[in-house]
């Protein structure tokens, strides 16, 4: 394995939907480059030749429906398993992750829908789970509470958001906030790249978009961001770059000038597989209701 250490482009560059204000530059080395990875379990194929890029400030949208190998493209970036084909470039240099270790040395952070937190311990406890910070020496070393605490309520407010008591449980906290300390979290362990698992698939609306917000704020420091989501209506407000994958495929890889809301909406919704279903419980004397029903939002679809 190649260690690498990337760093962050910096410099100006454009708006995008959401985030008014400058960002880090865009162009040059990419953080992390796929090419054409696949992965294989006996004959069964996970994933086959999957490629797209993800840049400094910028969000690369992840979009597949269950089974179309998110979950196992998030494994492999992030050290958990390793392709069989192709090959991962971090800043140019091609490197294979072997542990989960060895890619957050290299700055990327995984947020998984679980959050890997203990909803009974307090909020400054599960924002250094696991790396807590320590005062005197040898065996008088003991957790720094008050510099967690400090830590954990700056670097929350960095990131737009103002906790009211960093002892209040974590499990007390909303979904969008919860997601908000990982995030932040992350950050301020060194990530550069954040890979966010399915984080507003158990939102309300409104939850949602706290999230949104804080993923756009973690673009606009300059970070690289990879959405992992199943809901276009999420991903392409926040959305630089869109990979959709279905069973292990990839159905295409888009910047956001190269496709709009309504045609990433059809290809995730299978406008022609929906079709063709339609058609077969029209043949279905009991099912012609059900079908009629379908055809019809069929033709709602865009595009």
């Given amino acids: 394995m190649t260690d690498t250490d990337p760093t962050a482009a910096a410099g100006p560059t454009e708006d995008s939907s959401l985030g008014d204000g400058t960002r880090p530059a865009a162009d040059g080395v990419p953080l992390l480059e796929i090419r054409n990875v696949s992965k294989f379990f006996g004959s069964v194929i996970s994933l086959k030749d999957i490629s797209t890029t993800v840049r400094a400030g910028q969000v690369t949208c992840v979009l597949g429906d269950n089974g179309a190998g998110k979950s196992t493209f998030i494994k492999i970036l992030s050290g958990v398993y390793q392709a069989d084909e192709g090959e991962l470039l971090v800043e140019g240099t091609p490197t294979t992750f072997h542990t989960p270790r060895q890619a957050l040395d290299a ?14 311990m307090a909020t400054w406890r599960n924002f250094f789970l ?22 954990t309520r700056k670097e929350m ?33 060194g990530a550069k790249l954040l890979i966010l698992d399915e984080p507003t698939s158990a939102l309300g609306v409104r939850q949602a978009g706290v999230v949104l917000k804080y993923i756009v704020q973690a673009r606009d420091r300059g970070l690289g961001v990879i959405f992992i989501t199943h809901n276009p209506h999420h991903a392409y407000p926040v959305g630089d770059r869109f990979l959709l994958l279905k069973r292990g495929k990839s159905l295409g890889d888009f910047a956001k000038s190269e496709i709009s809301r309504d045609e990433l909406t059809r290809l995730m919704a299978g406008g022609a597989e929906l079709e063709e279903l339609a058609h077969e419980l029209e043949r279905e004397g009991g099912k ?16």
């Fill in 157 to 189: 407010a960095d990131m737009g958001i103002d906790i009211r008591d960093p002892e209040q449980p974590v499990g007390t906290l909303s979904g969008g906030e919860r997601q908000s300390v990982a995030i932040a979290r992350a950050v301020y362990f």
């Fill in 130 to 151: 696991g790396s807590e910070p320590t005062k005197g020496f040898g065996p008088f070393k003991r957790f720094d509470k008050e510099k967690a605490k400090r830590i």
């Fill in 288 to 303: 012609a209701d059900i079908g009629r029903e379908l055809a019809e939002e069929v033709k709602a679809l865009p595009g």
């Fill in 107 to 120: 700055g990327i952070a995984t947020v998984y829908q679980d959050l890997a937190m203990i909803p009974l």
